[in-house]
């Protein structure tokens, strides 16, 4: 089992910056993919960006250019810069081992962007 602590989230201005963290407790995550999404209220759950094995990296549109994934061994971060009110959202980390496999999920952390 794999447990995922999400940390980072907060208030802050538009064009403002904050750094998510996502801690996983078991090394056994060293191969898997890892990213974030998030969710708005009344919203479906999206993408933000993953980190795939080997260091590939893949972003939403919304983000591209404003965010940065990365990863140091069981924890993967998200940068996010020039903070928009639309990127107002509860921002989920997860991990997978492959596409058809078990997700694991972060709680969730409240990322809230005041315009």
């Known amino acids: 089992q794999v447990q995922l602590q999400e940390s980072g989230g907060g208030l802050v201005q538009a064009g403002g910056s904050l750094r998510l963290s996502c801690a996983a407790s078991?090394?056994?995550?060293?191969?898997?993919?890892m990213g974030w999404y998030r969710q708005a209220p009344g919203k479906q759950r999206e993408l933000v960006a993953k980190h795939i094995t080997g260091g590939i990296t893949d972003y939403a549109d919304s983000v591209k250019g404003r965010s940065t994934i990365s990863r140091d061994k069981n924890t993967v971060y998200l940068q996010m810069n020039s903070l928009k009110p639309e990127d107002t959202a509860v921002y989920y980390c997860?991990?997978?081992?492959?596409?058809?496999?078990?997700?694991?999920w972060g709680q969730g952390t409240q990322v809230t962007v005041a315009s």
């Open positions: 997860y991990s997978q081992n492959s596409p058809f496999s078990m997700v694991y």
């Open positions: 078991s090394s056994a995550i060293s191969r898997h993919t």
